[in-house]
């Protein structure tokens, strides 16, 4: 299991690397302390947006579509995968009932259908574009932000 990553797995950089290309930034594996006490580390967090990003696993995470059940040990693999998948149920709940906006993706979705999801997820939180709001005090031409 030490081989096993935490952050960082392949699906996991391809959408950072896609959302980073549009101009998107983020925080990654962003430790959020929830007034309920609850902590929560999302993937991607958009913390000026509010946003949530997680890259689930098939496995780790009980895919209906490619989630296998291992046969070897399953006395301690089936409660550690519906334990999982109750913690991220309890996880959205904490998250939405602090005012964040929860996409979770299965690592085999399409990158480019992964990318449209998460932006119109940003969009729909508020935000313009992806460096935000223009700065309307600045006379065009003007580059200084004082």
Partial sequence: MKANRRTDTKPEL????????????????????????RRVRPDIAFTARKVAVFVDGCFW?????????PRANEWYWGP???????????NDAALILAGWTVVRLWEHVP????????????????????????REDLAPGDESLS
């Fill in 80 to 90: 550690k995968l519906i334990k999982n998948v109750e913690r991220d149920r309890i």
């Fill in 61 to 69: 995470h009980a895919c209906p579509e490619h989630g296998s059940k």
């Fill in 14 to 37: 391809a959408l950072r690397h896609a959302l980073h290309r549009l101009g998107y930034r983020y925080r990654k594996d962003y430790r959020l302390d929830l007034d309920s006490g």
């Fill in 111 to 134: 990158l480019d259908e992964a990318v449209s999801t998460v932006v119109t997820a940003i969009t729909a939180s508020g935000a313009i574009g992806p460096a935000g709001p223009a």
